[in-house]
């Protein structure tokens, strides 16, 4: 038997398993390749963009790790994306930070324009690629005291409120031009490593700062406006201006889009409780599907229990529609096109899981009162042959099945990023190659 035919039987075997528990299989694959993950660029060059000033990562993201072969400009970003969605099964997203534009010229953040991205989108085009967008209120001079929008100084927030303005802009011509909307999140870093005296007015003044970003009203067949909040960062530990209750409030009173990072809270807090409780207030949610560890939100996503968890909620509450999956972790410690494949193959997995599961039958359960009953299914599915439904999904979208993404992963770095090492970077300890390790 060819390896595509057990992958066949394999899967026709497992599809009589949860046909047996009321799953219709086919339907939940047909809903799959519906779904597009927004996934970020940012994984691909540890958050540095194309500036060209080469100013550190700062405002609380720090990106650990110094693997050899980071993208160094657009081009080279494009390739390894490209590769990357080649490893993953479906048509995704692009989501771009602002500085990631291709400037010709010094351009600061409060004057660049759709020009500066039309690379990407001729790019996005061809590839039948839609984008997202992000405002970059971070690694930037007038960031330097860890205040933007919410600064005491009028000057520096007008700055930044420009900047705003700018990428709402961009992001409505992406929409456009893409017939989609483009969602624009606002993650700001603002806040104090330690204990303020004033919790009150940076909030007055970044909710002001928002308002004067929000002002005009833009189609939102061109571009949705989502807003994320974060409990802490390095160097604000003891108060973020935007925090949870902060844009949970400002997303239902200005009926926005709440976005929620899965490593933004505290540690035993989890996302995938909240899904329920703020889509029944604002009208649509941005996730960042990420992993905290200790200090650090961003993390490969792997397949854990709580990126299972919000797959279910997502699908539990037939969310589908309401909900943007886009990804957010940066590891430069390991293969870059292999930490987007790792995260975003697993987020697509836990997703299928979701939809694997009968939901029906257990939510019937619980109406009826049998609780034993659904802790006895919700233990028995997880054994269940997901990964011979997953298999048969990724042959069939010709993605990669299995681990054998890996080795194009290999042939890539071998042959393109062992070649980007500026003359004086050596190998040794971390920065080995995968390649080297695997012989
Ligand atoms: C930071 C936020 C934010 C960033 C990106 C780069 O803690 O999660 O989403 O990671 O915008
Ligand atoms: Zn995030």
Redesign the pocket.
């Given at each position: 038997m060819t390896k595509s035919g057990n992958i066949d039987k394999a899967f026709r075997l497992a599809r009589e398993q949860y046909e047996a528990l009321g799953v219709h299989v086919d339907a939940a694959l047909e809903r799959m390749r519906k779904v597009a993950i927004s996934v970020h660029c940012w994984q691909g060059d540890d958050v540095s963009g194309f500036e060209g000033d080469d100013s550190a990562l700062g405002n609380g993201l720090a990106v650990t790790g110094n693997y050899p072969g980071k993208a160094r400009t657009p081009v080279e970003l494009r390739n390894d994306l490209e590769l990357a969605y080649s490893l993953i099964p479906g048509r995704h997203r692009l989501n771009l930070h602002a500085l990631y534009g291709e400037f010709h010229r010094p351009t600061d953040r409060d004057e660049i324009e759709v020009e500066h991205f039309q690379g990407w989108m001729d790019w996005a085009r061809q590839q039948h690629i839609k984008l997202d967008f992000n405002p970059s209120f971070f690694s930037h001079p007038k960031a330097s005291e860890g205040f933007t929008l919410a600064h005491a100084d009028s000057g520096i927030r007008n700055f930044w409120i420009d900047h705003g303005i700018a990428c709402r802009k961009i992001a409505a011509a992406m929409g456009a031009a893409q017939q989609n909307p483009c969602i624009n999140n606002f993650?700001v870093p603002d806040g104090y490593k330690d204990t303020p005296a004033n919790r009150k007015a940076p909030r007055e003044r970044l909710a002001e700062s928002l308002d004067a970003i929000f002002a005009e009203d833009l189609p939102t067949a061109q571009v949705k406006d989502a807003v994320?909040c974060k409990l802490f960062g390095i160097g604000s530990e003891s108060y973020v201006v935007g925090s949870h209750e902060f844009y949970l409030g400002y997303a239902i009173s200005r009926n926005k889009m709440l976005?929620l990072?899965a490593g933004?809270f505290h540690p035993t807090e989890v996302v995938s409780d909240k899904i329920s409780s703020v889509l029944m207030y604002v009208p649509e949610l941005l996730l960042?599907v990420?992993r905290g560890v200790r200090w650090d939100s961003d993390h490969v996503v792997t397949y854990n229990d709580e990126l299972q968890a919000i797959m279910q909620e997502v699908v539990r509450g037939d969310y589908l529609e309401r909900v943007h999956i886009g990804l957010?972790f940066f590891d430069a410690s390991i293969n870059r096109v292999a930490a987007w494949a790792i995260g975003t193959r697993n987020a697509l997995r836990a997703l299928l899981a979701a939809l694997l599961e009968p939901t029906d039958k257990l939510q019937q359960l619980e109406r009826d009162g049998d609780l034993t009953a659904r802790l006895a299914l919700l233990e028995e599915q997880k054994a269940l042959p997901l990964g011979a439904v997953w298999n048969y999904y990724c042959e069939s979208q010709g993605a990669p099945v299995g681990v054998e993404w890996l080795d194009r992963v290999r042939e890539y770095e071998r042959s393109i990023l062992s070649h980007r090492l500026d003359s004086s970077e050596v190998f040794r300890g971390a920065k080995r190659p995968i390649n080297a390790i695997a012989q």
């Open positions: 993650w994320e976005c990072d933004h960042h990420s957010d």
